[in-house]
């Protein structure tokens, strides 16, 4: 696998954590941010595939009304 270097500034409470685990996991401090980031991206690639799918629905018509939801909202129990 081929790979890159990113350099990113983050803050130094978050610096402290990443050290913090780095040394209770015995694990590489990059180790952990490349879990983090691709946990991240696969995160964000779900969000946007909803949304998109969202937008999809709302271009064929297929959502609900404002109307509908107040009623629905109303009829939950306290």
């Known amino acids: 696998m081929n790979t890159r270097v990113v350099t990113a500034h983050i803050p130094v ?3 402290d954590q990443l050290d913090e685990i780095s040394s209770r996991l015995d ?11 691709v946990s991240w991206v696969e995160l964000e690639a779900r ?15 297929r959502v609900v009304s404002h109307a509908d939801i107040k009623a629905w909202v109303n009829g939950l129990p306290e």
Request: proline share 3%; net charge negative.
């Open 47 to 61: 969000r946007h595939a909803m949304v998109m799918e969202a937008l999809a629905d709302a271009d064929e018509g």
């Open 13 to 15: 409470e978050l610096a």
């Open 27 to 37: 694990r590489p401090k990059g180790w952990i941010v490349k879990q983090a980031l």
